[in-house]
Structure formats: structure tokens, C-alpha cells
């Protein structure tokens, strides 16, 4: 099994030089994201509308004999070819079939069947002009397909900040730090370790919250902990579920926004969240401020199509909902108040 550590990878993407198969495993997903454009960087933009593959496992084109295909055409601009294939534990950790198949043998075939043969195949011959990158948030060691990969592709491991483990919080200070340097700020200390505490351990969550702070913080040098506590927030912290429509009723965006950020950092389903606005509008915005009604619907049903169809980040979606739906406060015969009686 060959590994391959971050700067490594770096190296290769800045000289060029790529490996055929790799496999990035690992929660950060942002990082993976920043690799996987690196990667597909050393293609020429104006060729990777041909040279440039991504696949989803487990839907339509994402088989092992289709990505196997897929690897094995030859590029048609330039000398390289990059196939990337997204959600990869579909195939590497797939889930199981049945509960019995928790009884079957240990070597993790009891899980459901995956014909990889084709992409064993390939694995074992690659393409010298092909790049396979395998995107995966985790595997199972013990299957057969993921053993092939193991053993063939430069694993590159995109860990977090180690959930429960005290001695992974010096990492993560130590990249805010770096980020901070990149985005020519000063971080304080103790802001530093506010943001670790309150990343709830999620690396995502950590630097989604790093993109945000500096954001707000525009045009000044240093951010403080009044920053942090300002705009972070603190995961699993939802104490009212009602909030987000009651800081809406009271015409206060900010406070609704903030309220949405603990909701989904919870894991809350957007889709649940967009049903409760609904309900609001219907049943408080409606008595409060008629006027507001139509447009509030379609925003609701614009916001609906689009968490449907995958169309935009689901947070990004729901707080720009909110914005849309915030107005003057309202007032219903039970008080302005979101929450049902």
C-alpha cells in the first residue's frame, strides 16, 4: 500500500508528474476537494471538457466496469486523461445487503455483491496515460475490490482533527495559524481555541467556520475571540428548535442566520427546516403581514425545487431563504412568536 503524505502530493500536482491510480480517503472534505482541482489543473482548461472525467459510484457510468472503461480510453487532446470517481466507499465500503449478512465470513464479502473484476483488471495494467483518483470518506479493508485498490493506488490520507483525542488539538491550531498566515491575519490565541472547541471535532465544520470568520472580519488584521463568538457556531448547540422562525418573526435576519448555521451543524435536514418555515408562513406570516404571503411562497417552493434537484449548497440554499423571508417583525394574535401553541 503504497502512501503518499499532503506536501507529496503537492509536489507532484506543481511538477506535473502524476501516479495512475491514487486513493484520497478521509473526512476533510474541502481538502480533497482543493486536491482533486489540483489534479485536475495539470490538465489544459480548454481541453478538460475532453480529458477530464468525473463518475459517481453506484449510480449510472459508476460501476467498476464502467469507471474500468472509462480509464482505458486514450486522451484525445494532450497526453493525459483524469478520471475521477466521487463517493468511491459506494464501492470500497458498500452498505450491507441484509442484517443476516452480519453472520456470513469475515473476509467483509457478506456486504453487498460488487462484480470488480473489470477494475482488478485495470488496477493490475493501468493505462500509463490515464490518472484514476478513487474520492472516498472511508473504506472497508477487509473487501476484495478495496484490498486491489489498497494495494495499487498512492493513498493519500485527508484526516480530521481526531475526534476524542486531545493531542490532535495542536494540528488544528497549528493550520488555522497557516490559514491565518495565507490570509495575511493574526489570530489570537484564545480564538484559536475557541474555533477548535467549538468545530465540534469536524475539520469540515473547522474550516468552513476559518472561510467565515474572515469573511466578517474584512479588512482588518487581527480577529479576536468577540469575532469568534460573533459568527461561529458552537456545534450541537441548538437549545430552542423554534428559533429560526421566531428570530424571522422578529425581523432579525442575523439572529435567524446564526440559528440556521447550529441547525444544520447539528445535521438537521434542510428539507425538515424549509417545511417548518412553511408552516410559519402559512400559519403566523399569514395573520402578521398578509402582503408578504405570495412572495414568501415561492421563495419556499424555489428553495424546495432547488434542495431537490441538487441545485446549490444546502446551507446556502435555507439561509438564503431566510434572508427572503425576513422582514419587519410581525405581529399574529398569539405575539410575534414562531412557535406553534
Known sequence: MPSLSLPALKKQIADRRLECVYLFVGEDVKLVDRMVDGIEGVIDE????????????????????????????????????????????????????????????????SEQAVDGSAL??????????????????????????????????????????????PRRINPAADWLREEMVR??????????????????????????????ILLYAEGRSRISVDDVLEVVVDANAVEDEWAVVNAIAAGDAARALVEVGRRMERGDSPHGLVGQLRWWVSQRLSQGDPSRVQAAIEALLRTDLALKSSGGDERVLVERLVVELTGRPIQTQQGWSGRRS
Open 120 to 165: 482488478e483488471d485495470f488496477l493490475v495494467s493501468p493505462v500509463p496515460s490515464t490518472t484514476l483518483v478513487f474520492v472516498a470518506a472511508e473504506v472497508d479493508r477487509t473487501r476484495r475490490l478495496t484490498k486491489r485498490v489498497l494495494e495499487h493506488a498512492h493513498v493519500v490520507e485527508f484526516g480530521g482533527i481526531g475526534a476524542g483525542d
Open 46 to 109: 480548454r481541453d478538460r471538457p475532453f480529458a477530464v472525467e468525473r463518475l459517481y459510484a453506484g449510480e449510472d457510468g459508476g460501476t467498476p466496469l464502467a469507471i474500468a472503461s472509462a480509464a482505458r480510453v486514450f486522451p484525445m487532446l494532450g497526453d493525459r486523461r483524469i478520471v475521477v470517481v466521487m463517493r468511491a466507499e459506494r464501492l470500497l465500503k458498500p452498505k450491507r445487503a441484509s442484517k443476516a449478512a452480519e453472520d456470513e465470513p469475515e473476509d467483509g464479502e
Open 183 to 212: 490570509a495575511g491575519r493574526t489570530l489570537d490565541a484564545d480564538a484559536a481555541r475557541l474555533l477548535v472547541s467549538r468545530s465540534g471535532q469536524d475539520i469540515t465544520k473547522l474550516r468552513g467556520d476559518v472561510e467565515r
